[in-house]
Every structure is written in structure tokens, then in C-alpha cells.
């Protein structure tokens, strides 16, 4: 183990909180400073589009950890305060309230922001992201019974909240880009079924592109398209993904290129490493970089960037290999994924069926299984994973 004094952990969500936790657990004894930028403790996002959107949470319910956990810690918490600059040469992060940071290494995990539609870069009542718990927040104090929310982008995000609104009473259009929303993230055929159950539950689903935001008498009115028309709306959810929040970082040497530019070892050059939402490391399939915005990517590549910190250039360090894995719970739902099953050409149900809404299914992709997916069959989709993470044929070949 190397002998630091100072690491400071820039970005205090799920992957900042893990990433010094493993730090404590792996033995470090030296500074360790958290930096985040909103006011609140280390919380957990997904619940933000679901139990905290429909009011079945309330905020406190989010914490990843509670204040007893967090000083055995022994962390310099530095939060509501953001990373300005990273100086390499001095070793120091200077910070948005002037004040600097000395570390000998650094963890990158500021995450992702929102992209927006064009026309609302500034604040306009009826207009909303879905990041952070005051965004969430804000979106819950505006939802009601015949609120006419308009939803853009046909991602998880917006697929959830589309479907929290609607169970609320409020008269949803959900906008996406694709005739099947989610299909590149679930697969078409388990994408398909929740399209379905969008529209049982009253969903109105519109296929078009979004060009920028309508506004009557300084209030959001909805969107305009590409084809000329509009959709009004008394309310907008801009779900159009996210960009790396990486801008600190600019001009200190750090590579960048959607996110922070790693090795197999989730390093971006000397003291500086990086995990979550912003990292992109080599996939060990293609070889090219990639960032994998999932909840438990965020947890697990944390570990393996702290671990690696610790262990120095010449120590026993581990390349990152993970099984993509998530999950989204809609309409009483949870659909579970390994691996990638976006542009399979197969797929194969090996427990249950779509029609009861309880399968396990192989997605395969060039005679290989690219991923699983599941409903209410969680046993039988565990047991797809070891298939998912070998990459093999399908079906396996006989011993």
C-alpha cells in the first residue's frame, strides 16, 4: 500500500460515498476529503423517479448512510460546494467557495447532468429535470390530479416517471424518438410489454423530436417538434440524457472524452482515477471506452478505482470487468437486465412467458449471448448471468 497523507473524493453521491468507504475498509488512514455539490448527504438517485416522485418517501428516507456512519468515517465533508480546478503539478483542488484542497490523489465521481432542450438553460416555471432530490422535489410539488405532463426522451428516467405521474392521476404524453422506447437498453420484445402497459395505464405515447420548449405568458406551454407541430402541456420533464460533469477538469491534463478517460484499472493518469456515471474505461469486449450510467456500476467500479488507488503502479492491482447490470420498477414491475440486450436477433424465454409478466429470456447477438432480462424470475435470471458474463454461444456447447 502506498503511503499517502491526503486523497480528496470529488462528487459525494454513490460512487464518491463507496469509493471512500473502501478506502477506510482497505486501510487507509490518512485525510480523506469528500467534495459534493448539493447540500445534502451521500442519498441514493433511483428512488427520486419512483418512491420519492410519487410521495410514498419522503427525503430522509434516501440517505445511503446515517450521520453515525458517516463519522466513523473520518471524512473532511465538504459539501453544497463544487470543484472549480484541479491542479496536477501543486496537487490541490480549488473549489467554488475559493477555498483549495490538498491531495496527493484524487477520485473523480461528479457523475452526469442533464442535457436540455433548447430555450431552457435558464430556469422557467413548468420546466424540469430529473437529477437531483430538489429537482425531484420540485416536479412533486407541481404533479396533480389532470396535470397535463409531458414527458420527453424515451429513456428509463422518463419511462419511470411517466409511469409514477400517470399513477398519480395526472395525463401524461410520453415522448421518445423511437417507435419502442427502451428497446436499445431492455430489448424490443420486453420493451414492447412496458409500451403496453404505458398504454393500459393511460399513457399517451407520441413518436417525434423535440426542438425546444413553448412558452405563454412566461410559463412553459410544451414543445415544439421537428416537423412543425406542437404538444401542449402544463408541464415538461426534459429526460433527454445527460452529459459527463467533467468541466472542472478541463486544462489540468486529466483526458477527457465523454468523461474521464481511464485505463483497464480505472486510472486517468498519475493520482488521478475515476468512477460512476463520468468514467469511461476500456470495455475488455471491443476494447473501445465507454461510461455505464447504472446504480450499481457506480458502487462497484468505486471499489475497484479505491482498491487500485491503494495498491500504486507496482502493486496487485485489478482490472475492471463488470457484468453490466440494472434494473427499472414500473407499474408494480421489476424488470432486471444483465448484460446488453439492445439489437439482439434472438430471444430465447427459458422460464415463464411475457404474456404472464414472469420470464427469464437470453438475448443473443452474432450467435453470442449479449445479455438477460427478466421479470418476477429472479432465481432463473441469476443463473443466466455466468452465461452473460462468458460471452459464449447459444446454446452453450455440451461439455
Same mark, same amino acid.
Given at each position: 500500500?502506498?503511503?499517502?497523507?491526503?486523497?480528496?473524493?470529488?462528487?459525494?453521491?454513490?460512487?464518491?460515498?463507496?469509493?471512500?468507504?473502501?478506502?477506510?475498509?482497505?486501510?487507509?488512514?490518512?485525510?480523506?476529503?469528500?467534495?459534493?455539490?448539493?447540500?445534502?448527504?451521500?442519498?441514493?438517485?433511483?428512488?427520486?423517479?419512483?418512491?420519492?416522485?410519487?410521495?410514498?418517501?419522503?427525503?430522509?428516507?434516501?440517505?445511503?448512510?446515517?450521520?453515525?456512519?458517516?463519522?466513523?468515517?473520518?471524512?473532511?465533508?465538504?459539501?453544497?460546494?463544487?470543484?472549480?480546478?484541479?491542479?496536477?503539478?501543486?496537487? *490541490?483542488?480549488?473549489?467554488?467557495?475559493?477555498?483549495?484542497?490538498?491531495?496527493?490523489?484524487?477520485?473523480?465521481?461528479?457523475?452526469?447532468?442533464?442535457?436540455?432542450?433548447?430555450?431552457?438553460?435558464?430556469?422557467?416555471?413548468?420546466?424540469?429535470?430529473?437529477?437531483?432530490?430538489?429537482?425531484?422535489?420540485?416536479?412533486?410539488?407541481?404533479?396533480?390530479?389532470?396535470?397535463? +405532463?409531458?414527458?420527453?426522451?424515451?429513456? +428509463?428516467?422518463?419511462?419511470?416517471?411517466?409511469?409514477?405521474?400517470?399513477?398519480?392521476?395526472?395525463?401524461?404524453?410520453?415522448?421518445?424518438?423511437?417507435?419502442?422506447?427502451?428497446?436499445?437498453?431492455?430489448?424490443?420484445?420486453?420493451?414492447?410489454?412496458?409500451?403496453?402497459?404505458? /398504454?393500459?395505464?393511460?399513457?399517451?405515447?407520441?413518436?417525434?423530436?423535440? *426542438?425546444?420548449?413553448?412558452?405563454?405568458?412566461?410559463?412553459? =406551454?410544451?414543445?415544439? +417538434?421537428?416537423?412543425?407541430?406542437?404538444?401542449?402541456?402544463?408541464?415538461?420533464?426534459?429526460? @433527454?440524457?445527460?452529459?459527463?460533469?467533467?468541466? !472542472?477538469?478541463?486544462?489540468?491534463?486529466?483526458?477527457?472524452?465523454?468523461?474521464?478517460?481511464?485505463?483497464?484499472?480505472?486510472?486517468?493518469?498519475?493520482?488521478?482515477?475515476?468512477?460512476?456515471?463520468?468514467?469511461? !474505461?476500456?470495455?475488455?469486449?471491443?476494447? /473501445?471506452?465507454?461510461?455505464?450510467?447504472?446504480?450499481?456500476?457506480?458502487?462497484?467500479?468505486? @471499489?475497484?478505482?479505491?482498491?487500485?488507488? +491503494?495498491?500504486?503502479?507496482?502493486?496487485?492491482?485489478?482490472?475492471?470487468?463488470?457484468?453490466?447490470?440494472? !434494473?427499472?420498477?414500473?407499474?408494480?414491475?421489476?424488470?432486471?437486465?444483465?448484460? /446488453?440486450?439492445?439489437?439482439?436477433?434472438?430471444?430465447?424465454?427459458?422460464?415463464?412467458?411475457?404474456?404472464?409478466?414472469?420470464?427469464? =429470456?437470453?438475448?443473443?447477438?452474432?450467435?453470442?449471448?449479449?445479455?438477460?432480462?427478466?421479470?418476477?424470475?429472479?432465481? =432463473?435470471?441469476?443463473?443466466?448471468?455466468?452465461?452473460?458474463?462468458?460471452?459464449?454461444?447459444?446454446?452453450?456447447?455440451?461439455?
Amino acid at each position: 500500500m502506498t503511503a499517502l497523507r491526503d486523497v480528496a473524493v470529488v462528487g459525494a453521491g454513490a460512487a464518491g460515498l463507496h469509493a471512500a468507504e473502501a478506502l477506510r475498509r482497505s486501510g487507509y488512514d490518512g485525510r480523506l476529503t469528500l467534495i459534493g455539490a448539493e447540500p445534502d448527504p451521500p442519498y441514493d438517485r433511483p428512488p427520486l423517479s419512483k418512491q420519492l416522485l410519487g410521495g410514498e418517501w419522503q427525503a430522509d428516507r434516501l440517505a445511503l448512510r446515517g450521520p453515525e456512519a458517516l463519522d466513523e468515517l473520518r471524512l473532511d465533508l465538504r459539501l453544497g460546494v463544487r470543484a472549480g480546478r484541479l491542479d496536477r503539478r501543486e496537487r *490541490t483542488v480549488h473549489l467554488s467557495d475559493g477555498r483549495r484542497v490538498r491531495c496527493e490523489a484524487v477520485i473523480v465521481a461528479t457523475g452526469v447532468r442533464p442535457r436540455r432542450l433548447p430555450g431552457a438553460e435558464t430556469p422557467r416555471p413548468g420546466a424540469h429535470v430529473l437529477r437531483t432530490l430538489a429537482d425531484a422535489l420540485a416536479l412533486r410539488d407541481e404533479l396533480r390530479s389532470g396535470l397535463r +405532463l409531458l414527458v420527453v426522451g424515451g429513456g +428509463l428516467l422518463g419511462a419511470e416517471a411517466a409511469a409514477t405521474a400517470v399513477g398519480l392521476g395526472a395525463e401524461v404524453t410520453w415522448l421518445t424518438s423511437t417507435a419502442t422506447p427502451l428497446a436499445a437498453v431492455l430489448g424490443t420484445e420486453t420493451a414492447a410489454l412496458l409500451a403496453g402497459l404505458h /398504454r393500459e395505464h393511460g399513457v399517451r405515447l407520441h413518436r417525434g423530436l423535440a *426542438t425546444g420548449l413553448l412558452e405563454r405568458r412566461g410559463r412553459t =406551454a410544451g414543445v415544439r +417538434l421537428a416537423d412543425g407541430s406542437e404538444l401542449a402541456a402544463d408541464a415538461v420533464l426534459m429526460a @433527454v440524457g445527460s452529459e459527463p460533469a467533467t468541466e !472542472w477538469l478541463a486544462g489540468s491534463g486529466v483526458p477527457l472524452d465523454d468523461g474521464v478517460v481511464c485505463d483497464a484499472y480505472c486510472a486517468a493518469g498519475p493520482g488521478v482515477w475515476a468512477a460512476g456515471d463520468a468514467a469511461a !474505461w476500456p470495455d475488455p469486449r471491443t476494447g /473501445r471506452h465507454r461510461r455505464l450510467e447504472q446504480r450499481t456500476n457506480a458502487t462497484e467500479q468505486a @471499489v475497484h478505482a479505491a482498491r487500485n488507488l +491503494l495498491a500504486g503502479p507496482d502493486g496487485a492491482r485489478q482490472a475492471y470487468r463488470p457484468v453490466p447490470y440494472l !434494473w427499472t420498477d414500473q407499474y408494480g414491475l421489476r424488470v432486471q437486465v444483465f448484460g /446488453r440486450p439492445g439489437g439482439a436477433e434472438r430471444f430465447d424465454v427459458v422460464d415463464g412467458s411475457l404474456e404472464e409478466h414472469r420470464f427469464a =429470456a437470453v438475448c443473443v447477438r452474432d450467435g453470442l449471448v449479449a445479455g438477460a432480462v427478466g421479470i418476477a424470475s429472479a432465481r =432463473a435470471l441469476r443463473g443466466l448471468r455466468a452465461q452473460v458474463a462468458a460471452h459464449g454461444p447459444w446454446p452453450p456447447e455440451p461439455a
